[in-house]
Each structure stands twice: as structure tokens, then as C-alpha cells.
């Protein structure tokens, strides 16, 4: 059971924004999701990663990012899959399709390994100060 005050997280979760940071090297908004499940194959997991990549391009091209995020208005947008396993070559043929398409919008859709998912309540694993690398 999840507590009150923690909003669930991860790709089964496709109406819930990860996580962002804005990496100020690059310039760039970064919005993560999560998975840390294995990798299966499976219909349901390639669906629910599917929902939250259609979400996160939606959040991004339909204007509710300029909403939640006006100060970074004219910024590149990266989407990045956080995942604890390497993807197996079913949920890779999605993701190299994804990755297509989002292209097309010139925003880039990255897969990064990680053990550690780093929360602070806020999104982005920042604390409340907000994300200004």
C-alpha cells in the first residue's frame, strides 16, 4: 500500500509526471519516468510504456508543459526512460519507434540504466529549492 502523501510512480502509472530537472550544462528540460520492474515482454508492461510515452509527448506538444513550467518556455525537451534492467527487444523495437516519431518533434527520447530513483517529494530528487543543475 501506497502512503497518502507519496503519488505512485512509473510507467504502470501514465497520468503521473516522473520526475524533471532542468540541466542547466545543457539547457534542457528533462522529464523521467521510471521503471524497475524486469523487462518481460509482456503485452500489459509494453502497453503501460506505450500510455506513458503517448502522456509525456502529449504533456510536452499540447501546451501543458508551457503551463506547469513557463520559465522554461523556448527550451529543448529531452524524455528519458529510467529503467533498472536493460529493455528486452520487444520493448526496444517500441522505444527505437518512439524515439522516430518523437524525433520528428525534435524532442530526443533517451533509455538510461539506473539502480537508485532519488525522490524528494517533488519530482525531480532536488527538494523543494526546484532543479537548477
Known amino acids: 500500500m501506497v502512503p497518502e502523501n507519496i503519488t505512485p510512480k ?7 509526471l516522473d520526475a524533471f530537472v532542468f540541466d542547466g550544462r545543457r539547457g534542457t528540460l528533462v522529464l ?8 518481460t515482454g509482456g503485452d500489459t508492461q509494453l502497453y503501460q510504456l506505450q500510455e506513458k510515452l503517448n ?12 503551463e506547469s ?8 525537451v529531452e524524455i528519458q526512460l529510467r529503467s533498472k534492467y536493460e529493455p528486452d527487444e520487444v520493448a526496444l523495437r517500441l522505444l527505437a519507434s518512439a524515439r522516430d516519431q518523437l524525433a520528428l518533434q525534435q524532442i ?9 530513483f532519488e ?3 517533488h ?6 529549492g526546484g532543479c537548477q543543475n
Not at 502522456?55 to 508551457?66: H, K, N, W
Request: proline residues 9%.
Open 10 to 16: 512509473g510507467i504502470a502509472h501514465p497520468d503521473v
Open 108 to 116: 530526443p527520447l533517451e533509455v538510461v540504466l539506473a539502480d537508485v
Open 69 to 76: 513550467f513557463p520559465q522554461y518556455v523556448g527550451r529543448p
Open 32 to 39: 523521467a519516468m521510471y521503471e524497475t520492474r524486469p523487462w
Open 55 to 66: 502522456a509525456y509527448a502529449s504533456f510536452i506538444l499540447d501546451g501543458e508543459m508551457t
Open 119 to 121: 525522490d524528494s517529494g
Open 123 to 128: 519530482g525531480c530528487g532536488c527538494g523543494s
